[in-house]
């Protein structure tokens, strides 16, 4: 069901049309510029309706044209706001039935349903779990565990260190299950196993290099933190998940056609850089990681022209992300799963304050103009929606380096003989890996009985 609502400007007066799709979401946040230029910013909750900061709500018997036609919901892209010319322009589609046609719906409802379910039920006490996990509590996070994660469907132990770990791991895995971008992570794992397989001794080495760095786990809490930070803030980005589910090219939806309305640039600006920032300093474990399985030497980095870095550790050592980003366009078999939307340009100009987030080419807030940090006759314009999905591709990516992460602390404990209780010999499973093919029927090579499919196999 679509309302009518109008909001009349405190700053200017004008009064906007406002155009609401009731949908699923119980709460989120509304933000459109008044032509003004002044930022209207709203919430709507199931509790509360709408409401409006620095707007007022008012009778809708207007005498003349609004000033401005907005369509909005908290669940997908609509319309982009517009100045009506006439008063047939008052009269469009809703936004539901333009979503239905441009949608792969029921896909874009289950990935909707997932995400804010995750928000609602997993999202705070995963949180907390990660908490008390760097601060070593081990036994508030036992109880938290146990409490929160009795189902036998997750599988997750808490008897020794190493089950606690395992558990942490899966339990912030989760929230890429539903993902589209669950694939890129099953495939870390498949081509994890394959090193294992085909390069063993190279991992080994490649490992122990890593080790030496003592990165891992300061990768992997800014990982976790920053996937909390994007929690805290799904609300301003859930319209922007419909964009994966759109049935014709993405890039005519980014391109201007089509709106967010939950969310301001300057609201999540500050996420595109964080992420930004993160990737470029993790990319090196999967071009690490590339070096292994391609090349099987660790350290044999493969050129990116007009960089003089010949090895993995001169990558180690550089300070400029933008140079670092560009080895995404290597073609590693792992590298190649990360998104390839990072812009140095854009992440600067946001860093100098370079960059226009007001009206631009009458697009009331909806394009954003990067300037040339090095000349500002330099700039170049992107959606707010391109922007947002940026970061709801970097945001994914994040479950791709935290599975890898994983997955080598979890080799690494192996080898130091450390192992889960489920398994009473998991040491066994290394050398049962590189001697002959396991196949998923046959008796785990842990000794625990059961068949590999059911035990090693399905971590």
């Not at 398994?423 to 068949?451: A, F, H, R, V």
Request: proline residues 3%; aromatic residues 12%.
């Amino acid at each position: 069901m679509q309302i009518n609502y109008y909001i009349k400007c405190y700053i200017c007066g004008k009064v906007s049309n406002l155009k609401y799709q009731m949908g699923f979401s119980r709460r989120h946040p509304i933000r459109f510029k008044c032509p003004c230029g002044v930022s209207l910013r709203g919430e709507f909750s199931n509790k509360n309706g709408i409401s409006f900061e620095n707007g007022q709500i008012i009778n809708n018997e207007l005498n003349e044209l609004p000033a401005l036609i907005v369509y909005s919901s908290g669940d997908f892209l609509t319309e982009p706001p517009f100045v009506p010319m006439e008063a047939s322009q008052l009269l469009g589609l809703t936004s539901f039935m333009n979503a239905t046609e441009y949608l792969n719906y029921d896909d874009f409802r289950k990935e909707f349903s997932f995400v804010v379910e995750y928000r609602d039920k997993y999202h705070p006490i995963n949180r907390a779990i990660n908490e008390l996990y760097f601060a070593n509590n081990e036994s508030l996070l036992i109880e938290t565990i146990k409490k929160n994660y009795s189902n036998p469907v997750y599988n997750l132990q808490t008897n020794n260190s190493i089950d606690i770990f395992r558990a942490v791991a899966k339990i912030n895995q989760f929230q890429f299950l539903n993902s589209k971008e669950c694939n890129a992570v099953l495939k870390i794992t498949s081509l994890f196993k394959k090193a294992i397989i085909e390069k063993r001794s190279e991992l080994e080495r490649y490992l122990s290099y890593l080790n030496t760095l003592n990165r891992l786990e300061e990768w992997k809490k800014r990982i976790y933190k920053l996937c909390d930070l994007v929690y805290e803030k799904i609300d301003l980005l859930i319209p922007i998940i419909s964009v994966d589910f759109y049935k014709g090219n993405k890039g005519e939806m980014l391109d201007g056609r089509f709106a967010i309305t939950t969310t301001s640039f300057e609201d999540i600006k500050q996420l595109y850089v964080d992420l930004y920032e993160l990737i470029a300093d993790v990319l090196v474990l999967l071009v690490g990681f590339d070096n292994v399985l391609e090349r099987g030497d660790y350290e044999k980095i493969k050129p990116v022209e007009g960089l003089r870095v010949n090895s993995l550790s001169n990558m180690v050592s550089m300070r400029n992300k933008g140079n670092i980003i560009k080895f995404l366009d290597n073609g590693g078999i792992a590298s190649d799963l990360v998104c390839k939307c990072l812009s140095a340009d854009t992440r600067n100009s946001i860093g100098h304050y370079d960059y226009d987030s007001e009206e631009i080419a009458n697009s009331l807030g909806q394009k954003i103009r990067f300037y040339n940090v090095n000349n500002k006759e330099e700039f170049e314009e992107k959606t707010l929606a391109q922007i947002c999905y940026d970061i709801w591709q970097m945001y994914n990516c994040m479950g791709i380096f935290s599975e890898l992460i994983y997955r080598l602390q979890m080799y690494n404990k192996k080898l130091e003989g450390q192992y889960p209780s489920e398994c009473n010999d998991l040491y066994k499973t290394i050398i049962g890996y590189g001697k002959k093919k396991i196949y998923p029927n046959d008796k785990c090579p842990c000794g625990s009985g059961l068949k590999y499919k059911k035990c090693c196999g399905k971590n």
